[in-house]
């Protein structure tokens, strides 16, 4: 099972958006709404931000949005704070019965 | 609230066996609402999903890894367990526990426990 692409590196200034992509294939994220996505910073264990690619967990600010196309899927974060600077990872169900994560994307706030 | 930690020896000698324990608090293993499952990361690089075991004592594992890994679940104990054979330096990382979702997303973790592969 290879690992979902996402990009290496994304960079906003406090109170924009950014978008990180997160593609797979139909065996994975265009096959199930089974998509979550996971906030880590450094040294810390991942929290998580998005599940079933769109849904928020209680506590998640409704700055962070998911949604998907086809083997794609995607993380919004609006109105960036100095704070969502960290490591992000999707992960997706697969048809295997397994999970899979994609390799991560480092968030800079410049 | 759940929660989970890991246990275990930090520094395993090559071609030895890795053994690693979560312990379950704050709810019931054998709740029936979770995959029990490990995660792994190497220094600097990304999370690597190795397994899962539900309480009926059913296992799926990263085909990757398949060889090598059993994962068990103790219900009198509230703990389920991670055992990787022929370790490497490769296999060295921050060995997470989790509890995976039914709805396949992972809500709960340990804090993470290093492993070092070292002669």
């Known amino acids: 099972q290879s690992a979902l692409t996402q990009p290496a590196s994304v960079s906003g200034s406090p109170g924009q958006s950014i978008t990180i992509s997160c593609t797979g294939t139909?065996?994975?994220?265009?096959?199930?709404?089974?998509v979550s996505w996971y906030q880590q910073h450094p040294g810390k264990a991942p929290k998580l931000m998005i599940y079933?690619?769109?849904n928020r967990p209680s506590g998640v600010p409704d700055r962070f949005s998911g949604s998907k196309s086809g083997n794609t899927a995607s993380l919004t974060i609006s109105g960036l704070q100095a704070e969502d600077e960290a490591d992000y990872y999707c992960?997706?169900?697969?048809?295997?019965?397994?999970?899979?994560f994609g390799g991560g994307t480092k968030l800079t706030v410049l | 609230q759940v929660q989970l930690q890991e246990s275990g020896p930090g520094l395993v000698k090559p071609s030895q066996t890795l053994s690693l324990t979560c312990t379950v608090s704050?709810?019931?293993?054998?709740?029936?609402?979770?995959?029990w499952s490990w995660i792994r990361q190497p220094a600097g690089k990304g999370l690597e999903w190795i397994g899962r075991?539900?309480?009926?004592?059913?296992?799926n594992y990263n085909p990757s890894l398949k060889s090598r890994v059993t994962i068990s679940v103790d219900t009198s104990k509230n703990q389920f367990s991670l055992k990787l054979s022929s370790v490497t330096a490769a296999d060295t990382a921050v060995y997470y526990c989790?509890?995976?979702?039914?709805?396949?997303?992972?809500?709960?973790w340990g804090q993470g426990t290093l492993v070092t592969v070292s002669s």
């Open positions: 989790a509890g995976w979702e039914l709805a396949y997303y992972f809500d709960y």
């Open positions: 704050g709810g019931s293993i054998s709740s029936g609402s979770y995959y």
């Open positions: 075991i539900y309480t009926s004592g059913s296992t």
């Open positions: 139909s065996s994975d994220v265009g096959g199930y709404n089974y």
């Open positions: 079933e690619v769109s």
């Open positions: 992960s997706s169900y697969t048809s295997s019965s397994i999970g899979v």
